[in-house]
């Protein structure tokens, strides 16, 4: 199909590699999330390109939810973003409710693709801030063990996709196939136990600094229990066994509780702030 002066068309396992070379020189920040790479072929998945070259990439997938997001978001320097819109959204909303997705959901990183999607209809969902921790210090360890750490195992994963959902709100679920791909892929996947009872986890995956923490979720029936702030700890400290300097993590900025857990871990403000926007299909 061609919308204006792009072509759309789906992407294949063929064009993995100039997706490749698009994310290497395209100087916008890119949404890119771990195993894009296998959805190559989905109805979701879609190339743009300009007189047969691609120029832009775009997947966007449910999870569980009603809410699917945008998993890998790539545009070339010289293409104009609401043209590269108009031309792909259209074409990736039936597939999209055909999986029962009720909502389109996009990080803008950089904040070069925030009035593009205002003027489609998009709005704010929430603003995320980045914090980063390069040393070693640690707040004094609480006298009381709040709870068991141990590594997470294949079996846990069902009860830790409820705990997710009771911890979060529907946009942000994981599923428990989610759960179990990051569980195969993290430097660190720990549950937190308290009388053979899961009551919350933490993960943190490779990044091209160190590692990035992409979750720390406690019931809510267990938390300001000191539960949080002991998987962070632990965390860390197997992070620092693999050599790990640089840690970082995403949390909303108006979570006032949570910044104060990590600020008191000597977490810091880094980089831009991300709005995450959303509309409805």
């Keep these: 199909m061609v919308c204006g002066h792009l072509q759309i068309r789906p992407a ?3 064009d993995e590699a100039a997706i490749r070379r698009l994310l290497a020189r395209s100087a916008r920040p890119s949404v890119r999330s771990g195993g894009w790479e296998e ?17 832009g990439a775009l997947l966007a997938l449910p999870d569980d939810g009603p809410v699917a997001w945008v998993r890998l978001g790539v545009l070339a320097p010289e293409i104009p973003a609401g043209l590269w819109l108009d031309a792909t959204l259209p074409p990736l909303e039936p597939p999209l409710r055909a999986l029962n997705a009720r909502a389109l959901a996009w990080t803008d990183v950089g904040g070069w693709l925030g009035e593009a999607l205002r003027a489609r209809g998009f709005r704010p969902l929430a603003r995320l801030v980045t914090l980063k921790k390069d040393d070693r210090r640690l707040p004094p360890m609480p006298p009381d063990t709040p709870c068991a750490v141990r590594p997470a195992r294949a079996e846990d994963i069902p009860a830790l996709a409820r705990r997710d959902h009771e911890a979060f709100p529907p946009p942000w679920w994981f599923s428990a196939a989610t759960l179990e791909r990051i569980r195969r892929e993290a430097l660190c996947f720990l549950v937190a136990e308290r009388d053979g009872l899961l009551i919350g986890y933490a993960e943190a995956r490779p990044a091209d600094h160190g590692a ?12 300001r229990q ?7 700890r632990t965390a860390l400290s197997r992070l620092w066994e693999q050599g790990i300097q640089e840690v970082t993590l995403n949390t909303q ?17 880094f980089g831009p702030r991300i ?4 509309r409805p299909l």
Excluded: K, M
């Design 212 to 223: 990035h923490i992409g979750r720390l979720a406690v019931a809510p029936s267990f938390q």
């Design 226 to 232: 000191g539960v949080g702030g002991f998987l962070l």
């Design 253 to 269: 900025e108006d979570n006032v509780a949570s910044r104060r857990l990590y600020e008191r871990f000597g977490f810091r403000p």
């Design 39 to 55: 959805h190559l072929g989905a109805e979701t998945f879609l190339l743009a390109l300009a007189d047969g070259v691609p120029v």
């Design 275 to 278: 709005v995450a926007w959303w």
């Design 12 to 14: 294949g396992p063929a």
